[in-house]
């Protein structure tokens, strides 16, 4: 059976992020995708100035009722960038009205990047994050989304695996499963991520050879390449390696071209391969 996710993030029109990339990448992967757009801006909001913002707060729970009223079901719920206290609140009431015994709901808790929180965000922002992600499966941060969460200050790397494990087990305080970080490196000129089971206290590392340069929405894309890895049945080890290889490769394809970094990855070329995964399961 083709597996269907509610893929609930903003709609930024430029600049590949969010929903238009949750949902390609989904989609090639095999796997309908049902979308809530939170909000419209003409562009993301890291290096643009200028950006248009239609808030879409109040549709939000009116769309998912109608979902209800119509009885569908969701084997995934995944959320990315929400942009207030009150989205979180509905969002997290969304959970609660979709969750089913084997669903899965991936929340990415976008807030921000290289230490700093993203310009839309207040300091409170991330309390309520934390509340989200304690009814998550499975939460996606990057270090500094991490230390927002755990209200600690941003370290640079090169990590040690003491300080990733930490996060981990501080981190699985909060209530979610499981916890995949991202931008992790344990030595120079290497790139990569952990995943860490909180029942299990297990972690597993996957790296690759760091390609120069900062690059936007690539959290947007690794989560969704990791839900798509995870939803066709791979294990987490599986899923991670998937989602690292399919970003660095993005990354390297936008490196070549000298593509200006707030136009987001060129991961529309990899989708190809993507594909595969997700017709695996399925031969008529
Ligand atoms: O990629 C994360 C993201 C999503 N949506 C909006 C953003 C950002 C990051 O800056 O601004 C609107």
């Not at 009205?97 to 991330?126: H, Q």
């Not at 509340?131 to 090169?158: F, M, Q, S």
């Not at 390449?225 to 660095?248: R, Y």
Request: hydrophobic share 40%; aromatic share 10%.
């Amino acid at each position: 059976m083709q597996k269907r996710v509610a893929a609930i993030h903003d709609i930024s029109c430029f600049g590949r992020c969010s929903l238009t990339v949750a949902l390609p990448i989904l989609s090639a992967a095999g796997i309908e995708t049902s979308i809530i757009p939170t909000a419209v801006l003409s562009t993301h909001t890291g290096g643009f100035t200028g950006y248009t913002f239609k808030d879409l707060t109040e549709d939000i729970l009116p769309i998912a009722e109608h979902w209800k009223s119509l009885g569908l079901t969701f084997e995934a719920i995944y959320t990315g960038y929400l942009g207030s206290y009150s989205q979180l609140e509905i969002v997290s009431h969304i959970f609660d009205m979709f969750k089913e015994k084997d669903s899965m709901i991936l929340v990415d808790p976008v807030m921000g990047d290289n230490g700093r929180l993203y310009t839309a965000f207040d300091e409170e922002f991330p309390k309520g994050m934390v509340k989200l992600c304690e009814k998550a499966d499975v939460i996606v941060p990057n270090i500094t989304e991490a230390a927002l969460l755990l209200g600690e200050d941003y370290r640079e790397g090169p990590y040690t695996t003491e300080y990733i494990e930490g996060l981990f087990t501080r981190l699985s305080g909060c209530g979610a499963k499981k916890i995949v970080l991202t931008g992790v490196y344990l030595q120079e000129g290497q790139m990569g991520a952990a995943a860490y089971d909180c029942s299990r206290k297990d972690v597993s590392y996957y790296f690759r050879e760091k390609i120069p340069g900062m690059y936007h929405g690539t959290g947007d894309v690794f989560s969704s390449v990791l839900l798509s890895g995870l939803l066709n049945d791979q294990s987490m080890e599986e899923a991670l390696k998937l989602a690292v290889d399919f970003t660095t490769g993005a990354i390297k394809r936008t490196y070549d071209d000298k593509t200006d970094n707030r136009y987001g990855v060129n991961f529309e070329q990899g989708l190809v391969d993507l594909a595969r995964i997700g017709s695996v399961h399925r031969n008529s």
